[in-house]
């Protein structure tokens, strides 16, 4: 099954970075976001990617080219042009690489891959988003009630800390505890190629007119994870996204990144 990963937006709260480099290629761990995500389908068996690129396309383009050379030790014989590799990561993955517009909204980056994906169930998610999902289990729980939209539903933990009052005194005091309510959008999705036909054109932003009309045919249920998930939305969350990573406890990393990174 594909997975589609939305890659090609301006990323303009993340502005440290994002002038040189587009969003998902914002690294962690010495490694772009983007790799991340893509380990983590990988670890669960889903390892053909199609990539929708958009503002610097040619630096995931350059980026994946080059990826052995990158992420490789090798000799070069300047005589012959010779490469001699010394190691690399076994890497599998088949990765599809699609320019769908600098100015395109979400919904249109997905319409503009119909043809590519075809009439198959699909993977889709955002370029910036980290969870330690079970993503096997996302997809059973889509194919269990058969509906054409799967979302999955976060719910993160609270960017202040949380009062409870009972008057005026301070009944229960939690330093950014994870939202008890308010379930958000996670951002890991799966679909059946049906979805296609809610997408109107680029102008479509994939959250709005596609998914409201999906509820409100009925089609569109919620996978709940209760997990670790994290957007990198600012430098403030690329931050505590590389602390994490620094200290070996990303719960997101797979088997091999804790063999082979930490």
């Known amino acids: 099954m594909k997975v589609i990963i939305l890659a090609g937006g301006f990323g303009t709260r993340l502005s440290e970075y994002t002038g040189t480099i587009p969003k998902p290629m914002v690294p962690i761990g010495g490694r772009p976001v983007l790799w991340h995500i893509m380990r983590t389908y990988a670890s669960y068996g889903y390892k053909d990617f199609v990539v929708a690129l958009g503002y610097k396309a040619d630096i995931i383009k350059d980026y994946f080219l080059n990826y052995h050379a990158l992420n490789s030790n090798f000799t070069v014989n300047l005589g012959s042009g010779v490469v001699t590799p010394h190691q690399h990561d076994n890497i599998d993955?088949?990765?599809?690489?699609?320019?769908?517009?600098?100015?395109?909204?979400?919904?249109?980056?997905?319409?503009?891959?119909?043809?590519?994906?075809?009439?198959?169930?699909?993977?889709?998610?955002?370029?910036?988003?980290?969870?330690?999902?079970?993503?096997?289990?996302?997809?059973?729980?889509?194919?269990?009630?058969?509906?054409?939209?799967?979302?999955?539903?976060?719910?993160?933990?609270?960017?202040?800390?949380?009062?409870?009052?009972?008057?005026?005194?301070?009944?229960?005091?939690?330093?950014?505890?994870?939202?008890?309510?308010?379930?958000?959008?996670?951002?890991?999705?799966?679909?059946?190629?049906?979805?296609?036909?809610?997408?109107?054109?680029?102008?479509?932003?994939?959250?709005?007119?596609?998914?409201?009309?999906?509820?409100?045919?009925?089609?569109?249920?919620a996978y709940r994870h209760e997990g670790f998930w994290h957007c990198m939305d600012t430098k403030r969350d690329n931050d505590l996204l590389q602390s994490i990573w620094d200290k070996g406890a990303a719960p997101w990393a797979t088997k091999w990144e804790k063999q082979n990174v930490f």
């Open 93 to 221: 993955w088949n990765v599809s690489l699609f320019d769908t517009g600098g100015q395109t909204m979400t919904g249109g980056r997905v319409k503009r891959l119909r043809d590519f994906i075809g009439n198959e169930r699909c993977m889709l998610t955002y370029g910036d988003g980290l969870a330690d999902i079970d993503l096997n289990a996302l997809e059973a729980f889509h194919i269990n009630h058969g509906k054409m939209v799967t979302i999955s539903s976060v719910r993160p933990a609270a960017r202040f800390g949380e009062l409870e009052l009972a008057g005026d005194r301070v009944a229960s005091f939690q330093e950014k505890p994870q939202l008890q309510e308010g379930w958000i959008n996670g951002g890991f999705f799966v679909f059946e190629p049906g979805f296609f036909d809610l997408i109107d054109d680029d102008a479509t932003m994939l959250e709005r007119e596609p998914m409201e009309r999906a509820a409100a045919a009925g089609e569109l249920m």
